[in-house]
């Protein structure tokens, strides 16, 4: 399950039901996805693809999204800290930005239209949709990897429209992970 923090509010929801209604609440789009049958974190991209198949399908009939690949991003991959001053500046798309998280986690920063900036750590099995317009940026936590199936209505959409607010300035990229997990939350 994602972690949702409001900074401006000192607040942080870890309740499933409190993180569905809160993004609801500001147009976000979020979903937990099993797998139709057992696949690895590191199978090939057609295998994770076919695990979700009905979800993916039943998301680009209900959206529009036309296409579906596998990202994996690591320390390993070149050109990383490029790739990461792109998506780390508060911009927005013409296009839905849908992301389901396969292994890793990363953080999205949301400037809602109405509502208090929410992050969201997002971990595996969640599905997020930021619609088109959403003002956002993203970032990677501290083992800096990620692997997720994106949907595209367009690829040509996922052009970055730069605010040059400096909005992500004034938030500190804080990722709570595992290793934060009060002991009395641990199941062992
Ligand atoms: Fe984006």
Known sequence: MA???????????RDDAAIRQHLAGIGIGYERWQPAHPVADDAPPEEILAAYAAEIERLKALGGYVTAD?????A????LEEMLQKFSREHWHDEDEVRFIISGRGLFHIYPKSGPLTAIEVVPGDL????????????????????????FQ???????????????GRYQPVCFGPANIPLSEVVI
């Open 76 to 79: 390993r991959t070149s050109g």
């Open 154 to 168: 367009d690829q040509a959409g996922w052009v970055p429209h730069y605010t040059d607010s400096g909005a992500e």
């Open 128 to 151: 997020l949709s930021v619609p088109r317009g959403t003002r956002h940026w993203f970032g990677l936590c501290a083992d800096r990897q990620i692997r997720a199936i994106r949907l």
């Open 3 to 13: 972690i949702v923090n409001l900074p401006d509010e000192h607040k942080i929801i």
């Open 70 to 74: 596998v990202i994996d991003v690591s």
